[in-house]
């Protein structure tokens, strides 16, 4: 009796752990159950919504800002120069900054993943991966499924400082004429307009969809 007892002490950490190694597993099934299950049709009711938001608000929040800066190339993960902007295009721009080694970016990467979907005909979307080396960007996009996007590093920060960009994630919208954007703060309702958005936003919240909706009218 007594070797049983002992034999059974000995096992409850490895049950434990095997308990502790589940709740780990089932936690990010979760996790990616909550993030990645808003379906096409859910996005394309609030796009609508968005829309109709719009249409009937006759004073629109937005105005163009500025000139976007002169630094319009940068390397892509294959040490290529590329333009920022696609020529002879009348697509809204949105350029998106974030890093591999940024943890909210994560996020907003999928949400960005979903919105190229959705605005394929109306937006060009650039992720310009800050302070990044081409190699670790490079393994990022297939891991996180984003080599569909054009990529571009800024790995001197050089562009994010001249845009005055403190952080990442960070999002701008510019127009054809190369013109940012500036529009309100789809975290916040009233928001005034802001010409960058610095940090993490709900994007693909109706209030994100409005704020991207309102990018497009003002860049006609």
Known sequence: MKDNNIKNLQNIPAYFKLISITRIFFLIFLWNLIGCGISDSTLLERKLLAQKSIKENAEINAFRFRQFPKITRLPDIN??????????????????????????????????????????????FVLIAVLDSAQDVRAF??????????????RGNHLSEKLGLDGVPATIFVDKNKTILSVPDPSLDNARPQAAFVGPREWLSLRGLRAIETALKVSR
């Open 141 to 154: 996009s297939k891991k996180y499924s984003i080599e569909d996007f054009k990529i571009l590093l800024d």
């Open 79 to 124: 040490g290529n120069l590329n333009s920022l902007f696609y020529e002879n295009n009348e697509k809204l721009t949105v350029l998106h900054f974030w890093a591999t080694w940024c943890v909210p970016c994560r996020a907003e990467l999928r949400d960005f993943r979903y919105l190229q979907k959705l605005y394929q005909q109306q937006i060009n």
